[in-house]
């Protein structure tokens, strides 16, 4: 991980006290001081730092109940079919894969179905999902959040 100045850490103090989300923090590190972060190296950041990102008033997001999340696509993808369009659900599976810290299902938005996970460095992977397909780009944030909630959810 890597050490920043006090002049940084002030930066990041102030960042969230003015409300910055855990990725505008990782976003600026790297855009104004060129740290390049993994999304889980930036909460051990917040955590070393003695830093807490406020909670803002935001859009609720359910959690899934964790009965209902399917093992794999392959079997029972119940509660990520039937959707309203626009919407995007993320699931945790209750055995998380091999080499991964956290992983799960999602349904995006335009109905494609995929796997996710999350390997202990903090990079995120899709799978499952045609080669080369993208998100919509407004289904990226909700996935985050989600994502921040299931992670919190499971002591992450």
Avoid: C
């Amino acid at each position: 991980m890597a050490q920043l100045s006090p002049e940084q850490l002030a930066h990041v103090e102030q960042w969230a006290s003015d409300g910055a989300n855990l990725n505008q923090v990782q976003d600026r590190l790297r855009s104004e001081f060129g740290i390049n972060l993994t999304y889980l190296d930036a909460r051990l950041l917040m955590l070393d730092i003695g830093v807490r990102i406020k909670d803002r008033p935001k859009e609720v997001i359910k959690a899934p109940e964790p009965a209902s999340a399917p093992d794999n696509l392959d079997e029972g993808v119940d509660g990520l079919e039937d959707l309203p369009a626009g919407s995007v659900k993320l699931v945790a599976d209750h055995i998380t894969i091999p080499g991964a810290i956290i992983s799960g299902k999602v349904s995006f938005s335009d109905g494609q179905l995929a796997s996710w996970h999350m390997d202990q460095t903090g990079r995120l992977a899709l799978t499952g999902a045609p080669k080369g397909y993208q998100p919509p780009a407004a289904d990226i944030p909700l996935f985050q959040q989600q994502l921040d909630l299931l992670m919190q959810q499971a002591g992450i």
